[in-house]
């Protein structure tokens, strides 16, 4: 069956610009995660949904927003771009929302 | 808050080598531990999980047993090939908080 997909794979955008990078989930898992890779920060937690309803939500400014739609696929935004937020962009579906992730290859997103 | 520590490596082994990556925790609660694998290039992968004291998760040769009293969930494999050389993340969830991740180790395997 078909994994988690993350569009694009790539990107290049300027600070100050906004993003929306893209999520489709394992076709019946409800919950989908976001989380940001850097080599300095290592892997943090964004934030999750849940049947369209944000159920937690990581330590970041308020610059990051997500949202998940009925059919389970999920977007986060990022507001006015920092060359701090380039980094790679992973979402993550379950089942069950029980940690047993299945993790998209990424988007690596880069601020110049 | 939950927190992971582990090994950040980078750990260099031979073919056919033991291996060990040590992780320790500290949380609230009773979490579910992970332990989760990059391979060059790609996402994470689940290697293993355990969701209670005692547990041993197992999956492709490596071992993982869940230890409350030292608040730890040590990986290890008997005998790791080239293949193995990837980064591997100990992780941890407790019911209603964020999923966290430790810094990673960095295994190669030389042949």
């Known amino acids: 069956k078909a994994g988690v997909t993350q569009t694009p794979r790539y990107l290049i955008k300027t600070r100050g610009q906004q993003v929306t990078l893209s999520c489709s989930p394992i076709?019946?898992?409800?919950?989908v995660s976001w989380y940001q890779q850097t080599p300095g920060q290592g892997l943090q937690f964004l934030f999750e949904?849940?049947?369209?309803?944000?159920?937690n939500k990581g330590n970041f400014p308020g610059r990051f927003s997500g949202r998940q739609f009925s059919n389970s696929r999920s977007e986060m935004n990022v507001s006015t771009l920092e060359l701090g937020d380039s980094a790679l962009y992973l979402c993550?579906?379950?089942?069950?929302?029980?940690?047993?992730?299945?993790f998209g290859s990424g988007t690596r997103l880069t601020v110049v | 808050g939950n927190s992971v520590t582990q090994m950040e490596g980078p750990v260099t082994l031979s073919e056919e080598a033991f291996l060990t990556i040590n992780c320790t925790y500290t949380a609230t609660g009773y979490p579910s531990l992970f332990w989760y694998v990059q391979y060059p290039g790609e996402g994470l992968q689940l290697l293993l999980k355990?969701?209670?004291?005692?547990d041993k998760g197992s999956n492709k040769g490596f071992e993982a047993t869940y230890r409350k009293e030292t608040t730890s969930f040590h990986l290890e494999k008997g005998s790791v090939q080239v293949s193995d050389s990837a980064v591997y993340f100990c992780?941890?969830?407790?019911?209603?908080?964020?999923?966290?991740f430790g810094p990673g180790t960095r295994l190669s395997v030389l042949p």
């Open positions: 076709s019946g898992h409800r919950s």
């Open positions: 355990a969701t209670k004291a005692d």
């Open positions: 992780a941890l969830l407790t019911y209603g908080q964020n999923f966290v």
């Open positions: 949904y849940f049947s369209e309803t944000q159920r």
């Open positions: 993550a579906s379950s089942w069950a929302a029980d940690g047993t992730n299945t």
